[in-house]
T-cell receptor
Framework: DAGVIQSPRHEVTEMGQEVTLRCKPI?????LFWYRQTMMRGLELLIY????????DSGMPEDRFSAKMPNASFSTLKIQPSEPRDSAVYFC????????????FGSGTRLTVV | AQSVTQPDIHITVSEGASLELRCNYS??????LFWYVQSPGQGLQLLLK??????LVQGIKGFEAEFKRSQSSFNLRKPSVHWSDAAEYFC????????FGAGTRLTVKP
């Protein structure tokens, strides 16, 4: 398996623009997680899905953030409109079961909003 | 609520020396505990995990960790550090809502 695949690796956008981050989890993993990593706040759980259904989105910072998982092999995290304070590295992770075996992380998307 | 504390932001050790990274957790029940490593520009890689059984767990790359319920700790150890171990290390607790510590950056001196 190729692991968790995220795209793009880097994204630079202007304030106010829409940004879409993409994730392909490992086949057979029924849990998918989106995290954000910043120097100030560390790793923050934004949202997670089980069998394509959002279970907990309490970590989503604002209504500007939304996430979808239309099928078992694809998820998106969208920011609209983007702001400079959204600049961070966004990670997608997946796991089989409830994460007791740990998560497999993608390489992340480094987002810069100017 | 579950939480993780890594008291050391940055640690420097000489190559070949032993290493111990500290982790304290707060959790309402028997915790699921993990250590991850992150190299620059990369995602997190699972080193080892604990959720039951033997309190000393072995992981990849020669790392081990010991769960001590009485101290609410899950410290990571390695008997002899290699230059390639330089990275950021994260302790984590939980399952489907895993919470991470702030991380400890390890520098290895030649």
């Amino acid at each position: 398996d190729a692991g968790v695949i995220q795209s793009p690796r880097h994204e630079v956008t202007e304030m106010g623009q829409e940004v879409t981050l993409r994730c392909k989890p490992i086949s057979g993993h029924d849990y998918l997680f989106w995290y954000r990593q910043t120097m100030m706040r560390g790793l923050e759980l934004l949202i997670y899905f089980n069998n394509n259904v959002p279970i907990d989105d309490s970590g989503m910072p604002e209504d500007r953030f939304s996430a979808k998982m239309p099928n078992a092999s694809f998820s998106t995290l969208k920011i609209q409109p983007s702001e400079p304070r959204d600049s961070a590295v966004y990670f997608c992770a997946s796991s089989p079961g409830q994460g007791r075996m740990g998560y497999t992380f993608g390489s992340g998307t480094r987002l810069t909003v100017v | 609520a579950q939480s993780v504390t890594q008291p050391d932001i940055h640690i420097t050790v000489s190559e070949g020396a032993s290493l111990e990274l500290r982790c304290n957790y707060s959790y309402g029940a028997t915790p699921y505990l993990f250590w991850y490593v992150q190299s620059p520009g990369q995602g997190l890689q699972l080193l080892l995990k604990y959720f039951s059984g033997d309190t000393l767990v072995q992981g990849i790359k020669g790392f081990e960790a010991e769960f001590k319920r009485s101290q609410s700790s899950f410290n990571l150890r390695k008997p002899s550090v290699h230059w390639s171990d330089a990275a950021e290390y994260f302790c984590a607790v939980g399952t489907n809502d895993m919470r991470f510590g702030a991380g400890t950056r390890l520098t290895v001196k030649p």
